[in-house]
């Protein structure tokens, strides 16, 4: 049985804090309590200013910051400003309510920024209305940076970032508006990550911009759940997708319109639609890149010879990519097989008549890879020149450390040395990027081997795999060493909550190189 | 504190009147009533990392601010009373 504490809130200004229509700043400050009543903001109801480095929690740890309300929002129902550092950690429970902000209204020329905002929780529901972590609404040109989600449940209508957006003035095209995602991360949702349907009652969003540049989404819908109507422009660069659904209508853009006038993916975007259709599942499905590519343009009714795709992409990182890409449709599918398919994502493919391929980058270099073809065995020869991977699917048995929250602290330790202490919120420790090599040393400062830690954001096997989902924004931890478990049992990892402790590299933890 | 109004408890804050300079808060406040509202203008309210804890009653917004500042401040609305029950 659950306890919900109310707190109930006089209707006549519809906020705990600050009176409605008022302006300033709204620093530091942070609010305890569960919202149960419709139309109520926790600071304030209209506000014009900022808010920084505020936060909202539940009256009761690990309960709800918003239960059983619609249209309500943890910290102001309309927002005329910026929103800076301000998190929100709690479930919500209701209809169009909101973790955060409910709407945000840009004058138009000008532009708000949300910079380093972020909600966990729950996005629960019985209404099928959108409930979302950061935003409910913009509109005008609003700018979204390092904002991270992680929505833990499966509920439908949940979104991450932002349910409804429109221009300024509801359809004044006088200006180029932007709403942008820049390095944001989304965990989790069921609907979409980033965005939802625009505001329904605009038919038309000519001159709105969609950038959405090295972002991060793991959930079923990808960056974007619906866009409809036409005109739209829609930047995607250097994003990253995984875990969407295939086979319903589920692609990481899903494009309902009868005018796209330009989609640019560039940059080496890896979209998990195109993973799963084209590299995993290839083979036994009738040319999924194709279908991918015609539920963005099935109105068009030249599917087949329009290159929208092909002709924006740019991947430095797996340029066989791009010549399938310009490949004939009709070959597309032998093209996806044979592959490798890197643990960040990246997919090398090269035609059936080359018998291998050198990986760019080393093993020891902390790179996973999955490696398969339906056709032939397959021989992988690492740059060291062992060969020893044979058959026709290989998986190297890694596991993963899992269930961090956001604010966990990883301690990676070498020979009861700290070696390494950092968070998912502390960038100048964690780059997402690069691999960490550590080597591991005994007392006489002999190498015993090198673990890499692979900080990974994106990557999980499969929903149902047993390492869940890395429920943090962007941390996955591999440590693998090419010598045995006994020879460096000195490295240990661990969180700052004792029960996530681990002390040795045995069992999820160690990955052995070939 | 000069050039500041110091507040020590919720007396204190339903004296404050009409606000002419900084507003800090020197100690927690635990509120038995529905607190006077303060029209605080463009002037600061420095909680001072201190928590106010609102009463166990319907409840009404109590700042006004016309680009003031309110900063380093903790609200605990958690003591409420249980309305109902859920599995």
Redesign the interface.
């Given at each position: 049985?659950?306890?919900?504490?109310?707190?109930?809130?006089?209707e006549?200004?519809?906020?705990?804090?600050?009176?409605?229509n008022?302006?300033?700043?709204?620093?530091?400050?942070?609010?305890?309590?569960?919202i149960?009543q419709d139309n109520v903001a926790g600071f304030?109801?209209t506000f014009t200013?900022d808010l920084s480095e505020c936060s909202i929690i539940?009256?009761?740890d690990n309960d709800y910051i918003i239960y059983d309300a619609s249209e309500s929002a943890g910290f102001v129902k309309t927002l005329y400003g910026h929103m800076n550092r301000c998190y929100a950690i709690g479930d919500i429970y209701g209809s169009e309510s909101c973790a955060m902000i409910e709407s945000m209204i840009v004058p138009t020329g000008s532009h708000y920024n949300i910079k380093e905002c972020y909600f966990k929780g729950a996005l629960e529901n019985n209404f099928s209305s959108f409930n979302t972590g950061i935003v409910y609404y913009t509109e005008g040109t609003v700018l979204f940076e390092e904002c991270y989600v992680v929505i833990e449940n499966d509920y439908p209508y949940s979104v991450g970032i932002v349910a409804y957006y429109s221009l300024s003035g509801l359809g004044d095209t006088s200006d180029m508006e932007i709403i942008a995602f820049k390095n944001c991360y989304v965990y989790g949702g069921i609907m979409c990550g980033f965005m939802g349907p625009q505001n329904e009652i605009v038919t038309s969003l000519e001159g709105l911009n969609i950038y959405i540049e090295d972002c991060y989404a793991i959930g079923d819908f990808g960056l974007i759940l619906s866009l409809e109507g036409d005109d739209w422009i829609i930047n995607i660069s250097n994003c990253v997708c995984a875990d969407v659904l295939i086979g319903n209508n589920s692609d990481i853009v899903i494009i309902e319109s009868n005018n796209i006038i330009n989609i640019n993916i560039i940059k080496g975007s890896i979209l998990s639609a195109w993973n799963i259709n084209v590299w995993i599942a290839g083979s036994n499905e009738d040319y999924p890149m194709l279908r991918a590519f015609l539920n963005i343009d099935t109105s068009s009714g030249d599917a087949y010879e329009t290159d929208i795709w092909s002709g924006y992409i740019n991947s430095v990182s797996s340029p066989e990519l791009i010549s399938n890409m310009h490949a004939p449709w009709g070959e597309l599918n032998g093209g996806g097989d044979p592959h490798i398919k890197m643990l960040d994502g990246t997919v090398y493919t090269y035609p059936h008549e080359i018998g291998y391929l050198t990986l760019l980058k080393g093993i020891s270099d902390g790179v996973d890879f999955e490696i398969s073809c339906s056709a032939r065995k397959l021989t992988l020869q690492e740059r060291t020149g062992v060969k020893n991977v044979h058959g026709n699917i290989i998986k190297p048995n890694t596991k993963w450390l899992k269930d961090f929250s956001f604010f966990d602290n990883v301690t990676i330790k070498v020979n009861n040395d700290e070696y390494v202490t950092f968070n998912c919120i502390d960038p100048k420790i964690i780059d997402m990027h690069v691999n960490k090599l550590i080597t591991i040393n005994n007392s006489t400062n002999d190498i015993l081997g090198v673990c890499a830690i692979n900080l990974d954001k994106y990557y999980k096997k499969s929903k149902y795999f047993y390492c869940k989902i890395i429920n943090i924004p962007g941390l996955t931890i591999v440590i693998k060493s090419d010598k045995t478990t006994a020879d460096i049992n000195q490295v240990s990892i661990s969180l700052d909550r004792e029960k996530y402790m681990y002390h040795d590299l045995e069992g999820a933890m160690i990955k052995q190189v070939f | 504190m000069g050039g500041e109004i110091s507040i020590y408890n919720e007396a204190d804050w339903n004296g404050i009147g009409e606000v002419t300079q900084h507003i800090t808060l020197e100690s927690d406040i635990v509120f038995t009533s529905q607190p006077n509202?303060i029209d605080?203008k463009?002037y600061t309210f420095d909680?001072q990392?201190h928590t106010i804890t609102?009463p166990n009653?319907?409840?009404?917004?109590?700042?006004?601010?016309?680009?003031?500042?309110?900063?380093?401040?903790?609200?605990?609305?958690?003591?409420?009373?249980?309305?109902?029950?859920?599995?």
């Open positions: 049985m659950r306890q919900i504490n109310i707190l109930n809130i006089n006549t200004n519809k906020s705990i804090l600050v009176n409605d008022q302006s300033g700043t709204i620093s530091n400050v942070h609010l305890k309590v569960t149960t304030a109801n200013g539940p009256a009761t | 509202n605080l463009s909680g990392n609102l009653i319907s409840m009404e917004s109590f700042i006004d601010m016309n680009y003031g500042n309110i900063k380093n401040l903790r609200i605990d609305a958690s003591n409420k009373y249980i309305k109902y029950q859920r599995n």
